[in-house]
């Protein structure tokens, strides 16, 4: 089974900057797939936050267009969310996947951001 693991969490105040990484057990996993960043804020659902397709295509939430910018290096297989201009209403845990594995419930730890002052 494929293991995503996320990093480059952190604690910031708002207006901070944060990046995150997404790498694969299996190295061609994040260059063939759509793959997404979701987030868990305390006490609330998980919820969708970015997706960027296998062609290099992005999609956002309208909660973090202009600030959030999703990338993936095929080089490297890495997936990347660079967050800009943080928010308290950004803390929460953040976590990569595909499509397929978050409907069948696999995640992994995912990565802690927190924002306050």
């Known amino acids: 089974q494929v293991q995503l693991v996320e990093s480059g969490g952190g604690s910031v105040q708002p207006g901070g900057s944060l990046k995150l990484s997404c790498t694969a057990s299996?190295?061609?996993?994040?260059?063939?797939?759509?793959m997404t960043w979701y987030r868990q804020a305390p006490g609330k659902q998980r919820e969708w936050v970015a997706s960027?397709?296998?062609?290099?295509?992005?999609n956002y939430a309208t909660f973090v267009k202009g600030r959030f910018t999703i990338s993936r290096d095929n080089t490297k297989k890495t997936l990347y969310l660079q967050m800009n201009s943080l928010k308290s209403e950004d803390t929460g845990v953040y976590y990569c996947n595909t499509a397929s594995r978050a409907m069948s419930g696999i995640w992994g730890q995912g990565a802690q951001v927190t924002v306050s002052s």
């Open positions: 960027i397709a296998s062609s290099g295509t992005p």
């Open positions: 299996l190295d061609i996993f994040i260059g063939i797939y759509e």
